[in-house]
């Protein structure tokens, strides 16, 4: 069998070396700020042998990101995008907008033969699909519009357009597809396809339910931070540049699916009165055909439901001295923080009470095993900070966004990480009540205020490519279908091929569907010159 002619020691001389420029690109301005728990000499040894030869092809585009959002943090503004799937629309949002977002939910609607509702339950290589789509989208309309360029003497160009279509690309990685080996594989296909940026979240696989009001669940902190390194260290595997977003979608979260971690027990809520298990009462109902979704609500305003902590400040209140409840709960508080075991809760609660607290989360489990979890901006903020040193940008998924909080998380962020970049998404159908601290004075300059004021300095509506695009489309057919023809020359296609200073893109514009492209192709290939004015140019 051949092997290779390289000896050991070349072998190792080889390895040594690839280690060493790991460390030396680990000390870049890019690299510097990330705190990885493994070492040059691991990822060295992850790699293959000849990793130089293949250098990452989205790694230009994740430096040119990096600097865009440097460049909106120093000014205090941000970069706002659409999601998108499409390349005709994304070869559009080039004049205005400088990166594309590439959501997973819409990616179902539009790339799934069997589309539905946000669940995650499209295949994991939807996303990366669309990616090189886009990516490879943007790079010939970048070629078709260079060659065009050229054809003109140097003194022309100025009247030609220019537009920057190499749109850095962020990528919805969603929770990673399964085990670690499926988040590394889908982080690997997204960075391949030309994502300069991936975002992961903390929800639990499987069990992403955005359809109806109770269901969301997330994943234990520990499990999130395996995840964020996950997908930190294929990049590094691969070398590549591209931007890790560290998600939290924890805001509205109704279970979470292992009490395994310490740090979340805070917020695991128990049945404070002794009841039958929630799986009971809801087999009773089913069974009699009663509603299950009433008995879910008679049952948990049976059950005293609450988190540990407010059990013992409610015995408390109930069976102490009016004046001294609430310095025997501050002492209970002084006893237990961040990371304290429900058994360490429940020490430092008998200290101060004599007693037992009653108090069980395995009543209130769900049918798929998960506990009743209540989240808090707190709850956010540790997540985040958990996994800020391994990630590049903090976003906190809030798809019914109070301003309160939205404002409570990026301060307290930002007093623990002053200079750190954040994200944000818009939804598609928030009303933005007054009652959740949007004045309408405070709406219309929401996104400038959270760039100026919070460090947001990407900003996203995911869903404008299903609620703004099908509501033009469904005003041009109802036109077409009532005026036809004269209709359509009137008011589409008079003024898109009228408009100046440039036409609309469009079939019949031959520089923006590549028809010089291809006509250049067929110059060279005849041996003639692409144009006859490069001449000029060259020698201007």
């Keep these: 069998m051949p092997v290779q002619s390289k000896s050991i020691a070349e072998e190792q001389i080889s390895f040594d070396e690839q280690a060493r420029r790991i460390e030396q690109w680990w000390k870049t301005s890019r690299q510097a700020n990330i705190k990885r728990p493994y070492t040059a000499e691991t990822v060295a040894a992850l790699r293959g042998s000849q990793l130089d030869l293949v250098p990452c092809v989205s790694t230009q585009a994740s430096l040119k990101l990096w600097g865009l959002l440097h460049e909106h943090r120093r000014k205090r503004t941000a970069e706002l995008t659409f999601g998108a799937t499409d390349p005709v ?108 940026g991936i975002h992961i979240d903390d929800l639990a696989i499987g069990l992403k339910k955005f359809t109806i009001g109770q269901g969301r669940t997330v994943v234990p902190t520990s499990e999130y931070i395996d995840r964020v390194t996950a997908v930190r260290l294929q990049l590094d595997v691969m070398g590549a540049e591209t931007l890790l977003f560290s998600r939290c979608d924890t805001d509205h979260a109704d ?87 429900l058994p360490q809760r429940r020490l430092a609660a008998e200290s101060v009470a004599g007693i037992d ?92 205020t959270m760039a100026r004021d919070f460090g947001v300095v990407w900003q996203i509506q995911p869903m404008y490519m299903i609620q703004g695009v099908n509501m033009e489309i469904e005003k041009s057919a109802e036109m077409w279908t009532n005026e036809g023809i004269g209709g359509y020359y009137k008011k589409i296609q008079t003024p898109a091929i009228s408009r100046k200073p440039w036409r609309v893109d469009g079939y019949e514009k031959m520089s923006w569907c590549g028809g010089y492209l291809s006509d250049a192709f067929f110059a060279a290939i005849a041996g003639e010159k692409i144009s006859r004015n490069r001449t000029w140019a060259l020698s201007a």
């Design 89 to 196: 629309a994304v070869s559009q949002m080039a004049k205005y907008m400088r990166t594309v977002y590439v959501s997973g939910g819409l990616s179902g609607f539009s790339e799934n033969n069997y589309p539905g509702m946000d669940h995650a339950d499209y295949p994991w290589d939807t996303v990366p699909k669309v990616v090189d789509k886009l990516f490879r989208s943007e790079v010939w309309h970048d070629q078709r519009q260079h060659q065009y360029r050229m054809q003109y003497p140097l003194q022309d160009r100025a009247s030609l357009e220019n537009w920057d279509y190499l749109m850095p690309i962020i990528a919805d990685g969603d929770m990673g597809f399964g085990s670690l080996t499926a988040t590394l594989k889908s982080t690997k296909a997204l960075a391949e396809s030309g994502a300069a």
């Design 357 to 448: 607290i009653a108090f069980d989360w395995d009543l209130p489990r769900s049918h798929n095993g998960q506990y009743m979890f209540r989240p808090a901006v707190k709850t956010i903020v540790e997540r985040s900070l958990a996994v800020a040193p391994i990630s590049d940008i903090s976003w906190t998924r809030m798809d019914t966004p109070n301003y309160h909080d939205i404002k409570a998380y990026h301060e307290t962020m930002l007093s623990h990480l002053p200079d750190r970049l954040f994200a944000f998404a818009w939804g598609a159908e928030y009303a933005f009540p007054e009652s959740a601290g949007w004045t309408p004075e405070r709406v219309k300059s929401a996104s400038a």
């Design 255 to 341: 279970f979470i699916t292992s009490v395994i971690d310490p740090r979340d027990h805070e917020y695991v809520l128990g049945a404070t009165i002794p009841v039958k298990p929630l799986q009971a009462a809801l087999h009773e109902a089913v069974c009699s055909d009663q509603s299950a979704s009433k008995a879910r609500t008679q049952w948990i305003a049976s059950a005293g439901l609450m988190t540990f902590d407010e059990a013992v400040e409610s015995h408390l209140k109930s069976h102490s001295q009016p004046s001294s409840w609430e310095s025997e709960f501050n002492k209970y508080k002084a006893q237990v923080g961040y990371g304290s075991s």
